[in-house]
């Protein structure tokens, strides 16, 4: 029986990540009708606080991807509201999207991390921060939006940095480059799941090649070690624990083999909304675990709840 009989499904948004999370909404939106649910679709704007105030849910489902769906901030409005709500609270999720301090945490918790800087967007243009190949990333973005990989080809860093309508932010982290393979887990209900490779069929795991039905593919379970594969489900959970993510998160991971035991294992980061369209991994891998899709939207409804 459902405990929450009227869910407003949060999606859209103005981050960079919007048309993902529109089409995030209306799967899990979808997916609720079917199971009986009263749904209210909301394409969220800056009066989302007076719009919600008015519509009184029972609960929300926050399908929004980046900011401010991702960084704790509709989870603020959320909390003021006093309306339940899906995923992680106010802190984990800014925690999270802060990839810099992120790391920190993580590091702390024996999560191993990539080498890296945090720089200003003038830092990083002006010549290379470290010996290449390394990667240039936004500090709070997601979806590898506005992420550049720099190669010993390259004689200087992007010339997309210098732009005047860069809309990434002025932080970037400057990160060593890590070769090998694309590992990604997911934690459902405080268990971490089963392991994917993502082999990108065109250049890197991009956001092209994340959103965009072909232009990846995914091995499940990632053909691994099971030494390796354990280690990278174990180093998931203690990651999602370590920054107090609730609900469902995913870890993505770089794995170089070359290096004996786990050693090239290193997480990238967590996502605290991980993207819930056709191709997205998170339904896949609960799906390899034998729960629907409908069932786990389900279960991330009547998972919701305040002071998360």
Not at 4 to 27: I, N, Q, Y
Not at 100 to 123: I, Q
């Amino acid at each position: 029986m459902n405990q929450f009989k009227h869910v407003a499904v949060l999606m859209g948004g103005w981050s960079s990540e919007r048309e993902v999370s529109l089409r995030s909404g209306k799967a899990c939106a979808d997916a609720l009708e079917r199971k009986g649910y009263q749904v209210t679709r909301i394409d969220v704007k800056r009066n989302i606080a007076t719009v919600l105030e008015q519509l009184k849910p029972d609960a929300a489902l926050v399908m929004l991807h980046g900011k401010p769906g991702e960084d704790g901030t509709i989870q603020g409005v959320l909390e003021t509201l006093g309306i339940p709500y899906s995923h992680s609270g106010v802190l984990s999720s800014s925690l999270a999207m802060q990839k810099d301090l992120a790391k920190t945490v993580m590091a702390t918790a024996g999560v191993p991390v990539p080498e890296g800087l945090t720089l200003t967007r003038a830092e990083v243009a002006k010549g290379h921060a470290m010996a290449p190949p390394y990667v240039i990333k936004p500090v709070a973005d997601g979806s590898s939006v506005g992420v550049f990989i720099v190669t010993e080809a390259h004689a200087h860093p992007p010339q997309e940095l210098f732009r005047e309508d860069w809309p990434h932010g002025d932080q970037l982290l400057v990160e060593k480059y890590i070769a090998g393979k694309e590992l990604t887990c997911a934690v459902i209900n405080g268990e971490p799941t089963g392991v994917i490779e993502i082999v990108p069929l065109i250049k890197f795991y991009d956001y092209e090649a994340k959103y965009s039905p072909g232009a990846s593919k995914h091995i499940l379970p990632a053909p691994i070690l099971p030494f390796v594969y354990q280690e990278v489900r174990r180093l998931t959970l203690a990651a999602h624990v370590a920054l107090g993510c609730r609900g469902v998160s995913r870890a993505d991971f770089r794995y170089d083999d070359r290096i004996e035991g786990t050693g090239g294992l290193t997480c990238l980061e967590v996502n605290t909304q991980p993207g819930m369209t056709e191709t997205s991994l998170v339904p896949e891998l609960a799906a390899h675990a034998g729960v629907t899709f409908d069932e786990l939207v389900q279960w991330m409804v009547e998972d919701a709840s305040l002071d998360r």
